[in-house]
């Protein structure tokens, strides 16, 4: 029998690993939706598509190329793109909110609570908007996300220095329109 390549290789095939896993990366990946989407029905059903994305492609995951975490940012990341790209097809959108299925009171306060705690988030991911799609990934996934600047550039399939070069531009344009910021922090995560 041939060994899995990596560690998430079981999740797409023994429910108990990929319960395992979702128990352990579930907050992570609900505060990073919760940072990029306003309705908490989306924010519900992309955060379940990040994990149904996970069980399709754990088989991807190269421990070489950067953390786990690293990884599953990156699988969130595209599904919350995937989404912006659905939402902006208007006829598709209707589709999709007649299947959606309905939250009771509990589900949509808590939504409602973690959407609210991560306002000041996404208020600055709006200010950033007008950043290159590039430059701004990487200053959200280490800024925002918290990762280190080599996992960044696994979670975006780039090179370290390059995500170097690109954290630096996004922290000279977020000084000049966001001046109210104070300094980023004068540390290197790597």
């Known amino acids: 029998m041939v060994e899995p390549v990596n560690g998430l290789a079981g999740v797409g095939g023994d429910p108990a690993a990929f319960e395992e896993f979702y128990r352990r990366h579930i907050e992570e990946v609900s505060r990073f939706v919760a940072r990029r989407v ?9 955060t379940a598509e990040v994990f149904l994305a996970v069980i399709d ?53 808590r939504l409602e609570e973690r959407i609210d705690a991560e306002s000041a988030g996404r208020r600055t991911y709006e200010a950033l908007a007008e950043l290159p799609e590039g430059v ?29 070069v690109r954290l630096h531009r996004a922290r000279t344009a977020v000084r000049a329109a966001l001046p109210t910021l104070p300094a980023a922090p004068a540390y290197s995560k790597e």
């Open 38 to 46: 306003r309705d908490p029905h989306t924010a519900a059903d992309l």
């Open 57 to 109: 492609s754990a088989h991807t995951y190269r421990p070489a190329r950067g953390s786990e975490l690293g990884w599953l940012y990156g699988v969130a990341r595209n599904v919350v793109a995937a989404e912006h790209r659905r939402a902006a097809r208007e006829a598709k959108a209707v589709r999709r909110i007649a299947g959606r299925r309905l939250l009771d009171a509990g589900d949509l306060a």
């Open 136 to 164: 701004r990934a990487v200053l959200e996934l280490i800024m925002v996300d918290g990762l280190t600047i080599t996992e960044a550039a696994a979670a975006l399939g780039i090179r370290p220095v390059t995500a170097r």
